[in-house]
């Protein structure tokens, strides 16, 4: 068997696990709309269908107090149990297993009767938290209680209770935001009764047989956190409770310091699990940036943890588990931790999805049914647009011929995979190769098509996603050898001086500067990793953090951009601050409101407001936005042939993989 540790059965005692791997609690939205429990059990199925071991459900709130917004998902009424039934019978039926998290966010709720220990406003929220009263407080664990019940009536074989991640538990566990002087303040020993309660009662409430995973908050990477000698301590009363599991939990959410994107190493944080596993007997579960069954094998195999939680994984591919079991872990679309369509989404209110699988979250409206009506269809283009359309046009049992000019798969994508800390974009390239050859699409490299040669080859669909065209500038010295574009950069063929100009903010001017301030070294990435943003890898200090100590820029760097306001409004809603942050911390000079005049031996010359300056730099780069390649398109068109426009091709402005591959995978399902 592959992954033998990965793989292995769990036995909890009263209830054994089919494998090592947790899908991790994801809020998807679904939880909130009309319908939504309809789709999130299609949703959960599809995943236990996957084989994955155990599943555990977004978060619901205990009562109204503790939800994420007003009105959002409560369990609290024996009138809610029945929309949860719908959940654990299509996982069940299955022979999965799911647990649901009860999750009561304290000050993080974005209502006006948001409740916490103190009444401490978070740095993330605008609503000021109520201070929970005595009376309040134990009516809460009476809550929590409650909905455990409610969830077993519901069928589901165990709850999460969420301590971690800054939400109301947390709240209470960390002097930052308990300065309550009653009982359930102070010291370290009252500051915990609050989980301990909850845990404890939970188990009374339900017996023997259910399963209780508790996720404690390991490193808060908060100022007035918790210490390790704390976190030991709780980790060892919430066992004394009567909890199956305990899971990891890794920073709050107000903390400055990357969890879970793309630019954290993978498993990075897995040490600290390690840590507390001689501590306490009871199984712990490993989290963050665990996103292949490989990682996950050696985290258990290395004594790290008794399980492996995935949650965005289970997004880019339901079948994870199930391919890994069959040996085919090359054929996984692998989440590529970009956040883009899964966490921006949530926080944006919309239904998560995902980037590399448009289908996460809307199973019962994007598929991909085997055509009655095969056609030849001819692809323009392997970027990502092209590649998700021949992939899901060929799965769907047509005949796709996919032309490319270079000679490689992946469009832009090459370029992104060499950014650093946006290596995980070389997976998808990988998954897609992988596809073009299982389906047996037929690829033509080093093939720029023509619209002569389309309307002699009689397909009987042309798909053009032949991508974009860079923005040029259009300014006296646009063609100084000192100019260059960002693909001649990423492409190494320019070998680019000390002091650089960026012309253009938006998502690529901000990869070029991190690509260009980027030091590599041999040092093991992950400790590089947590020192730059300030881990302490030894957990000594409070809340696990230190001073940053940040490698210095390799170059000068302007990054420039016409537009006044602050660099980087247009970047991820989850990851934009973690872009900014680098390249500050990098000292990289951002500059707005400039009017770029000319370019000649002297410098660049720009003026800033009324006053000029000339940026003495050896060269400047051309990250000015792209613009869509239609001459094709309109050659076809004029000749009166019908072809349709995806990705890039079909719109520069805006355009992300993100809309590029949904839009491709929406069109191949009907096609
Ligand atoms: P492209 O990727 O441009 O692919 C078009 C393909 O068509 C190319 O391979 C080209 O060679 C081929 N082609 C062109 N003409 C012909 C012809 N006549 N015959 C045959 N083949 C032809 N997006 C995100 O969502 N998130 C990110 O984090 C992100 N990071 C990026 C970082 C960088 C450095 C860059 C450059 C882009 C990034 N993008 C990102 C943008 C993303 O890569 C694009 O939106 C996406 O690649 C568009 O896909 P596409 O298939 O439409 O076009
Ligand atoms: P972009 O985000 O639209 O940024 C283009 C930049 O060029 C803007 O900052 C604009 O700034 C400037 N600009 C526009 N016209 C110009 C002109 N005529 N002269 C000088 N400057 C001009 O596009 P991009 O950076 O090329 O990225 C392309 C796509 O890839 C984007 O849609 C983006 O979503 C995607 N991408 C995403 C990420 C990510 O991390 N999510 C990363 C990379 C790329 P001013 O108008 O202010 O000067
Ligand atoms: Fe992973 Fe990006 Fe998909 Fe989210 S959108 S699941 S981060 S690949």
Same mark, same amino acid.
């Given at each position: 068997?592959?992954?033998?540790?990965?793989?292995?059965?769990?036995?909890?005692?009263?209830?054994?696990?089919?494998?090592?791997?947790?899908?991790?609690?994801?809020?998807? *939205?679904?939880?909130?709309?009309?319908?939504?429990?309809?789709?999130?059990?299609?949703?959960?199925?599809?995943?236990?269908?996957?084989?994955?071991?155990?599943?555990?459900?977004?978060?619901? =709130?205990?009562?109204?107090?503790?939800?994420?917004?007003?009105?959002? #998902?409560?369990?609290?009424?024996?009138?809610?149990?029945?929309?949860?039934? +719908?959940?654990?019978?299509?996982?069940?039926?299955?022979?999965?297993?799911?647990?649901?998290?009860?999750?009561?966010?304290?000050?993080?709720?974005?209502?006006?009767? =948001?409740?916490?220990? =103190?009444?401490?406003?978070?740095?993330?929220?605008?609503?000021?938290? &109520?201070?929970?009263?005595?009376?309040?407080?134990?009516?809460?664990?009476?809550?929590?209680?409650?909905?455990?019940?409610?969830?077993?009536?519901?069928?589901?074989?165990?709850?999460?209770?969420?301590?971690? /991640?800054?939400?109301?538990?947390? @709240?209470?566990?960390?002097? &930052?935001?308990?300065?309550?002087?009653?009982?359930?303040?102070?010291?370290?020993?009252?500051?915990?009764?609050?989980?301990?309660?909850?845990?404890?009662?939970?188990?009374?409430?339900?017996?023997?047989?259910?399963?209780? %995973?508790?996720?404690?908050?390991?490193?808060?990477?908060?100022?007035?956190?918790?210490?390790?000698? /704390?976190?030991?301590?709780?980790?060892?009363?919430?066992?004394?409770?009567?909890?199956?599991?305990?899971?990891?939990?890794?920073?709050?959410?107000?903390?400055?310091?990357?969890?879970?994107?793309?630019?954290?190493?993978?498993?990075?944080?897995?040490?600290?699990?390690?840590?507390?596993?001689?501590?306490?007997?009871?199984?712990?579960?490993?989290?963050?940036?665990?996103?292949?069954?490989?990682?996950?094998?050696?985290?258990?195999?290395?004594?790290?943890?008794?399980?492996?939680?995935?949650?965005?994984?289970?997004?880019?591919?339901?079948?994870?588990?199930?391919?890994?079991?069959? *040996?085919?872990?090359?054929?996984?679309?692998?989440?590529?931790?970009?956040?883009?369509?899964?966490?921006?989404?949530?926080?944006?209110?919309? %239904?998560?999805?995902?980037?590399?699988?448009?289908?996460?979250?809307?199973?019962?409206?994007?598929?991909?049914?085997?055509? @009655?009506?095969?056609?030849?269809?001819?692809?323009?283009?392997?970027?990502?647009?092209?590649?998700?359309?021949?992939?899901?046009?060929?799965?769907?049992?047509?005949?796709?011929?996919?032309?490319? #000019?270079?000679?490689?798969?992946?469009?832009?994508?090459?370029?992104?995979?060499? +950014?650093?800390?946006?290596?995980?974009?070389?997976?998808?390239?990988?998954?897609?190769?992988?596809?073009?050859?299982?389906? @047996?699409?037929?690829?033509?490299?080093?093939? &720029?098509?023509?619209?002569?040669?389309?309307?002699?080859?009689?397909?009987?669909?042309?798909?053009?996603?032949?991508?974009?065209?860079?923005?040029?500038?259009?300014?006296?010295?646009?063609?100084?050898?000192?100019?260059?574009?960002?693909?001649?950069?990423?492409?190494?063929?320019?070998?680019?001086?000390?002091?650089?100009?960026?012309?253009?903010?938006?998502?690529?001017?901000?990869?070029?500067?991190?690509?260009?301030?980027?030091?590599?070294?041999?040092?093991?990435?992950?400790?590089?990793?947590?020192? /730059?943003?300030?881990?302490?890898?030894?957990?000594?200090?409070?809340?696990?953090?230190?001073?940053?100590?940040? #490698?210095?820029?390799?170059?000068?760097?302007?990054?420039?951009?016409?537009?006044?306001?602050?660099?980087?409004?247009?970047?991820?809603?989850?990851?934009?601050?973690?872009?900014?942050?680098?390249?500050?911390?990098?000292?990289?000079?951002?500059?707005?409101?400039?009017?770029?005049?000319?370019?000649?031996?002297?410098?660049?010359?720009?003026?800033?407001?009324?006053?000029? @300056?000339?940026?003495?730099?050896?060269?400047?780069?051309?990250?000015?936005?792209?613009?869509?390649?239609? =001459?094709?398109?309109?050659?076809?068109?004029?000749?009166?042939?019908?072809?349709?426009?995806?990705?890039?091709?079909?719109?520069?402005?805006?355009?992300?993989?993100?809309?590029?591959?949904?839009?491709?995978?929406?069109?191949?399902?009907?096609?």
């Amino acid at each position: 068997m592959p992954y033998t540790n990965l793989l292995a059965p769990l036995d909890l005692g009263f209830t054994t696990l089919k494998n090592r791997v947790l899908m991790g609690s994801m809020h998807t *939205n679904l939880e909130e709309i009309p319908g939504g429990f309809e789709r999130a059990a299609v949703y959960f199925a599809e995943r236990a269908k996957g084989q994955v071991g155990l599943i555990v459900t977004g978060g619901i =709130s205990p009562n109204d107090e503790g939800c994420v917004a007003a009105m959002a #998902a409560k369990l609290s009424t024996a009138a809610e149990v029945a929309h949860h039934k +719908i959940i654990t019978d299509a996982v069940h039926a299955e022979d999965g297993k799911i647990c649901m998290q009860i999750l009561h966010t304290g000050r993080y709720g974005y209502h006006p009767k =948001s409740v916490a220990p =103190s009444p401490l406003q978070a740095p993330i929220n605008f609503f000021k938290p &109520r201070e929970l009263n005595h009376e309040d407080i134990l009516r809460t664990i009476d809550d929590y209680v409650n909905c455990a019940v409610l969830a077993k009536e519901a069928g589901y074989d165990g709850v999460e209770i969420m301590g971690s /991640e800054g939400y109301l538990i947390n @709240q209470f566990i960390a002097r &930052r935001t308990n300065h309550r002087t009653d009982e359930w303040g102070g010291d370290y020993e009252n500051r915990i009764k609050f989980p301990i309660e909850i845990v404890r009662k939970t188990r009374e409430a339900l017996g023997e047989n259910f399963i209780i %995973i508790y996720r404690l908050s390991m490193l808060d990477l908060v100022e007035d956190g918790s210490t390790w000698e /704390e976190v030991v301590i709780l980790a060892k009363e919430i066992e004394k409770a009567g909890a199956t599991l305990i899971n990891t939990g890794i920073g709050w959410h107000e903390a400055r310091v990357p969890t879970i994107a793309t630019m954290v190493p993978r498993k990075a944080f897995v040490w600290v699990t390690k840590k507390l596993k001689s501590e306490v007997k009871i199984p712990l579960i490993a989290v963050n940036r665990i996103n292949t069954p490989e990682v996950g094998d050696d985290v258990i195999g290395d004594g790290c943890a008794d399980m492996v939680s995935m949650a965005r994984p289970f997004l880019a591919d339901p079948e994870l588990v199930l391919k890994a079991m069959e *040996n085919r872990s090359d054929e996984i679309n692998t989440c590529i931790a970009c956040n883009q369509a899964c966490l921006d989404h949530t926080f944006q209110m919309k %239904i998560s999805s995902c980037l590399v699988n448009p289908r996460a979250c809307h199973e019962t409206a994007l598929n991909y049914h085997p055509t @009655q009506n095969p056609k030849n269809i001819a692809v323009v283009g392997a970027g990502p647009a092209g590649l998700a359309f021949a992939h899901v046009a060929a799965m769907r049992g047509h005949k796709v011929t996919l032309y490319e #000019a270079s000679d490689k798969l992946g469009g832009q994508f090459n370029l992104a995979k060499v +950014i650093p800390g946006k290596e995980e974009y070389g997976e998808t390239i990988r998954y897609f190769q992988k596809m073009m050859e299982k389906y @047996q699409v037929h690829v033509k490299l080093n093939h &720029r098509v023509t619209s002569e040669a389309l309307k002699s080859a009689g397909h009987d669909e042309i798909i053009l996603a032949n991508g974009i065209v860079p923005r040029t500038l259009d300014i006296p010295g646009a063609d100084h050898p000192k100019v260059v574009n960002y693909i001649d950069v990423l492409t190494g063929n320019v070998s680019v001086g000390k002091k650089v100009a960026i012309i253009g903010a938006g998502g690529i001017g901000f990869d070029v500067a991190e690509y260009l301030s980027h030091q590599y070294h041999d040092e093991d990435t992950i400790l590089t990793f947590l020192k /730059e943003w300030g881990v302490d890898h030894e957990h000594k200090t409070v809340g696990a953090l230190q001073r940053a100590a940040p #490698a210095p820029s390799l170059r000068e760097i302007y990054l420039l951009k016409r537009s006044t306001g602050k660099h980087g409004a247009s970047l991820g809603k989850t990851t934009g601050w973690i872009h900014k942050a680098s390249l500050a911390a990098k000292k990289v000079i951002m500059l707005a409101d400039v009017q770029y005049e000319k370019i000649d031996d002297t410098g660049f010359h720009i003026d800033i407001k009324g006053e000029k @300056q000339i940026l003495d730099v050896d060269h400047i780069v051309v990250c000015a936005g792209q613009l869509s390649s239609r =001459s094709l398109y309109d050659e076809l068109t004029q000749s009166g042939i019908h072809a349709h426009l995806i990705g890039g091709a079909f719109e520069a402005v805006e355009l992300d993989a993100k809309s590029a591959i949904h839009q491709a995978c929406s069109l191949a399902a009907g096609v």
